[in-house]
């Protein structure tokens, strides 16, 4: 079951149903009606027809009573007229039709062939007047939740959230604290709060997320998007940063090949050192920058074929080998962790597609699997206090509607503090 509740703001009261166990909720939303008048009582009497395949202009004039002199009038029309070519099934046509069996307006929704905003027409006698529909543009921050089902990437998308969302609760909020392919079971429950942006009420845009929280075994796992030093970083609810230096694994969900240490190499037949990790992965596959960084080389190097090194300062430098291409850095560029910087390929020495990774401290080579850094120093003073005062509102309306949608039968809470046991995980990969 998944559920969209939308909220005002992260300090409006949410209303609970009477009944304890129900397991849904629904709120009403008002959304803005185009084409009225303000201070002005009429008989408007709006009227909606979206266009069926084979069906014409002409039939819905016919269909709804509207004479043959008021369609030509629309078919002339200047702005109208190369619009009406562009009519697909599909396409929302509005009118407005009083009780006196009038015609008063005409409005074009928009859409594919329409464009951004309607086109209204207003019929006055003989003439026929193009009206200015006012946009209005609203965002409202709501709450959506759901269980993760057999896919989190489908429930995900159910609840309206793109790509992008579910990269940041899967690659930046959540990436070490819930492994995506093993952790989650069918009934574990995931809450996200975004900004949403409505214009004419439509649904134009959904924002990055603000807050989420995952119900894990009856754990509740919470993460809160801040802004630090005028960049946006995710935060646990006590101020402590979500973000590691480096990314252990620059390709996401790729198979590690070869570790550090001595081994037979494939192509020489010696045995020599291996200073790095081999994962491989398919020609094309991006490859991500373990860190903040500066682009310290990009080119070829004997063995390595097409390489890319960056400087994440310290005395940190990491290298990325055998790439296919380059992703359009050059020398001396920043670059942010999770950058794209190039390729999987196999240039240089290698028996297949994969990417070589090394992690050096100092010039000497480590083991990039086995290297523990600090993580960011979490929020302190007038900063800290500011996190809390944002955030807190965020975690009680989360709670709140996960509460209201999901109490159990036995009256238990999302978030016990002794999880009930379950029989098994069932993987759910980011993809579906």
């Known amino acids: 079951m998944l559920l969209a509740a939308i909220v005002p ?31 002005k009582t009429t008989d408007d009497r709006w009227q909606s027809i979206t266009l069926k395949p084979g069906q014409t202009l002409s039939g819905v004039f016919e269909e709804l009573g509207i004479p043959y002199d008021q369609l030509a009038r629309v078919m002339q029309h200047p702005t109208i007229k190369p619009t009406l070519r562009k009519l697909r099934p599909g396409t929302v046509l509005s009118f407005n039709l009083p009780a006196d069996g009038s015609v008063r307006a005409m409005r074009l929704e928009a859409g594919p062939g329409i464009g951004d905003s309607p086109i209204e027409l207003e019929f006055n006698g003989d003439a026929l007047r193009e009206r200015a529909v006012p946009v209005e543009i609203t965002t ?5 939740t759901g269980e993760v089902g057999r896919s989190l990437f489908a429930s995900a998308r159910a609840l309206g959230l793109g790509s992008s969302q579910l990269e940041q609760l899967t690659d930046e909020m959540f990436k070490y604290d819930i492994d995506f392919d093993s952790d989650l ?14 214009k004419n009420g439509q649904l134009v845009n959904t924002g990055p997320v603000q807050a989420a929280t995952f119900t894990v075994d009856g754990h509740l796992k919470s993460a809160f998007r801040f802004m630090r030093d ?33 081994r037979n190499h494939p192509i020489l037949g010696t045995f020599r050192m291996h200073k790095g990790v081999d994962y491989a992965a398919s020609t094309g596959t991006p490859i991500q920058a373990a860190g903040d960084a500066k682009v310290e080389f990009v080119g070829q190097k004997s063995g390595y074929g097409n390489v890319v090194i960056l400087n994440h300062g310290a005395g940190k430098t990491t290298l990325y080998g055998h790439m296919s291409r380059f992703a359009g850095i050059h020398t001396g560029q920043r670059v942010a962790q999770g950058a794209v910087i190039g390729y999987v390929g196999s240039t240089g020495m290698a028996t297949g597609p994969h990417l ?6 100092n010039g000497v080579q480590v083991n990039p699997l086995k290297m523990t850094m600090p993580p960011p120093a979490p929020l302190t003073g007038d900063t800290l206090v500011a996190f809390k005062s944002d955030t807190r509102h965020a975690l009680e309306k989360i709670r709140e509607v996960e509460n209201v949608v999901f109490q159990l039968d036995d009256g238990s809470r999302v978030a016990s503090a002794t999880p009930a046991p379950k029989a098994g995980k069932r993987g759910n990969r980011r993809k579906g």
Do not use: C
């Open 9 to 39: 703001g992260f300090s409006t009261v949410l209303n609970t149903p009477n009944n304890p166990n129900a397991q849904r909720m629904t709120m009403t939303l008002s959304l803005p009606k185009l084409g009225h008048r303000a201070g």
């Open 140 to 144: 409202r921050t709501v709450v959506l």
């Open 185 to 198: 079971s069918e009934d574990d429950r995931f809450s996200v709060v975004v900004d949403q942006t409505w």
């Open 230 to 262: 005028g960049k946006p970083e995710y935060f646990t609810p006590d101020g402590r940063s979500l973000k590691r230096p480096f990314i252990r694994m620059p390709i996401p969900y790729a198979r590690l090949t070869s570790g550090f240490g001595g």
């Open 356 to 361: 070589h990774y090394e992690f050096r401290v």
